[in-house]
């Protein structure tokens, strides 16, 4: 594994690479904690990103849903720390979400994505 600070979509990030000999087995961008409301912005800042490169995601539970304009119920998360959205293209995997602070921490969300290669389980949806 390799860790380090970095900047991708615009914020300063902590970045783990998990690797084995020749390969990358999983990206994962952990952004700074924040309240709520500014982690919601943040996540859709990098959900509108990701949108523009890969176009509409396979799953979506945020409430700005591409392609309607008022979000089904059913499928949107009343808690923000609950939004998934899920990305598979070609050999491709991308998953976008928040993880509450730890308790040790002051209260807030950190949002993350985790990129790596798509598993064959997923290439069957």
């Known amino acids: 594994m390799h860790v380090f600070k970095g900047r991708e979509y615009n914020r300063d990030l902590t970045i783990l690479y998990d690797c084995s000999?020749?390969?990358?087995l999983a990206g994962n961008y952990f952004f700074p904690?924040?309240?709520?409301?500014?982690?919601?912005?943040?996540?859709?800042?990098?959900?509108?990103?990701?949108?523009?490169?890969?176009?509409?995601?396979a799953?979506?539970?945020t409430p700005w849903q591409v392609g309607g304009s008022i979000p089904d119920k059913r499928i949107v998360a009343?808690?923000?720390?609950?939004?998934?959205?899920v990305w598979w293209k070609g050999?491709?995997?991308?998953?976008?979400?928040?993880?509450?602070?730890?308790?040790?921490?002051?209260?807030?969300?950190?949002?993350w994505g985790v990129f790596g290669p798509r598993t064959t389980h997923q290439q069957t949806h």
């Open 21 to 24: 000999p020749g390969s990358l």
């Open 33 to 57: 904690s924040e309240p709520a409301d500014a982690a919601a912005r943040s996540y859709r800042s990098v959900y509108d990103i990701l949108i523009s490169v890969y176009g509409a995601p």
């Open 59 to 61: 799953l979506d539970t």
């Open 78 to 85: 009343s808690d923000p720390r609950k939004y998934m959205t």
């Open 91 to 111: 050999h491709l995997s991308l998953h976008l979400g928040f993880s509450p602070n730890l308790p040790s921490e002051s209260p807030g969300l950190r949002v």
